[in-house]
């Protein structure tokens, strides 16, 4: 199995981490940053990719794998059949673009998702509470979200 770690540190004031990226590859691997403007990318099947701070990313490939962020204006991106992304910060974009993956966001943030039930259609929707409700996973079917 190959497990590999990369990491960099761009600049810092105060303490306070400005830029930060961690970049893993292999099944199982998980990335987490901590900081404004942080980024954790992963690739390998079962992987999580994980962040929190202002602007955000957290991208993650493979089966099965998870990109969570937190704070506003912030992103988390999987590409892997039924794989996970989850926002908790207004403003952000929680989007999965695998087959059978699942979303899930905040309110005022933007659910993305690929829908594989009859061809490929991408599907997007503002989580307004009303509609489309905060905290609760959705999987795309048939043209429409339907909570999962």
């Not at 004031?13 to 400005?18: D, H, Q, S």
């Not at 691997?29 to 994980?50: E, L, P, Q």
């Not at 988390?76 to 929680?94: E, F, M, P, Q």
Request: proline fraction near 1%.
């Amino acid at each position: 199995m190959l497990n590999r770690h990369i990491g960099t540190i761009k600049g810092s004031r105060c303490g306070v981490t400005t830029k930060f990226s961690v970049a893993t590859i292999g099944d199982e691997a998980d990335a987490t940053t901590v900081g404004r403007d942080s980024h954790a990318i992963t690739a390998g099947n079962y992987s999580h990719a994980t962040t929190y701070g202002l602007h955000s990313n957290a991208i993650a490939t493979g089966k099965e794998s998870c990109a969570i962020t937190s704070q506003d204006k912030s992103h988390a991106v999987t590409t892997g059949d039924d794989a996970s992304s989850l926002v908790s910060g207004k403003d952000s974009i929680a989007c999965a673009l695998g087959k059978d993956s699942t979303v899930s966001g905040a309110l005022g943030s933007w659910l993305v998702i690929a829908d594989w039930s009859n061809g490929l259609r991408i599907l997007s929707a503002k989580v307004d509470g009303k509609n489309i409700m905060p905290d609760t996973w959705y999987k795309a079917e048939n043209g429409k979200f339907i909570k999962n």
